[in-house]
T-cell receptor, first 112, second 114 residues
Framework: QQPVQSPQAVILREGEDAVINCSSSKALYSVHWYRQKHGEAPVFLMILLKGGEQKGHEKISASFNEKKQQSSLYLTASQLSYSGTYFCGTSQSNFGNEKLTFGTGTRLTIIP | EAQVTQNPRYLITVTGKKLTVTCSQNMNHEYMSWYRQDPGLGLRQIYYSMNVEVTDKGDVPEGYKVSRKEKRNFPLILESPSPNQTSLYFC?????????????FGPGTRLLVL
């Protein structure tokens, strides 16, 4: 079952902040975040493992709430280059089963 | 340069004509996977492989076959393509392990089945 992402789409002005959520009904071991620009392949942003850790990547960070089986991606002071579709991918196993299930994506548009 | 390559990038075919989309990676990754991407449905996993001769079904394997005879190659085979297999296909690869390394995606293959 695919994780549920919200919102489906968001439009922001440059400099504003955004939060993208990813929720699963199943117990997760890891959550992966990718960004895809139009016509291009998805590009890895970060991975979060079971344990509730938070990771950062420049002005983009993420958290993983194990109790809620939910991850949130935070984009701070958004830049035009942040535009694209963001996907979360979830995995239930730490080893041996490498099935990664992606959400349907959140389209982020940054306007000047 | 570390990369995942796919061929062809674009393909138009007719229903029932067998085709193969090749995928190759030069990073010595154990894990390889195929996804299809359709509007509103995101990325859905078709098949994946943990290593040579080890493959398993993803979420949407019907109508597809794969093989992993060499570590670097993971071709996707459509024995009898149908219009509902019209899609954008991505191959991806990564190392495997507890930290579940990042997946590197190929550039994509856009397939149209008439």
């Amino acid at each position: 079952q695919q994780p549920v992402q919200s919102p489906q789409a968001v439009i922001l002005r440059e400099g504003e902040d955004a939060v993208i959520n990813c929720s699963s009904s199943k117990a997760l071991y890891s959550v992966h975040w990718y960004r895809q620009k139009h016509g291009e392949a998805p590009v890895f942003l970060m991975i979060l493992l079971k344990g509730g850790e938070q990771k950062g990547h420049e002005k983009i960070s993420a958290s993983f709430n194990e109790k809620k089986q939910q991850s949130s991606l935070y984009l701070t002071a958004s830049q035009l280059s942040y535009s694209g579709t963001y996907f979360c991918g979830t995995s239930q196993s730490n080893f041996g089963n490498e099935k990664l299930t992606f959400g349907t994506g959140t389209r982020l548009t940054i306007i000047p | 340069e570390a990369q995942v390559t796919q061929n062809p990038r674009y393909l138009i075919t007719v229903t029932g004509k067998k085709l193969t989309v090749t995928c190759s990676q030069n990073m010595n990754h154990e894990y390889m996977s195929w996804y299809r991407q359709d509007p509103g449905l995101g990325l859905r996993q078709i098949y994946y492989s943990m290593n040579v001769e080890v493959t398993d079904k993803g979420d949407v394997p019907e109508g597809y076959k794969v093989s992993r005879k060499e570590k670097r190659n993971f071709p996707l085979i459509l024995e009898s393509p149908s219009p509902n297999q019209t899609s954008l296909y991505f191959c991806a690869s990564s190392y495997i392990g507890r930290t579940r390394e990042t997946q590197y995606f190929g550039p994509g293959t856009r397939l149209l089945v008439l």
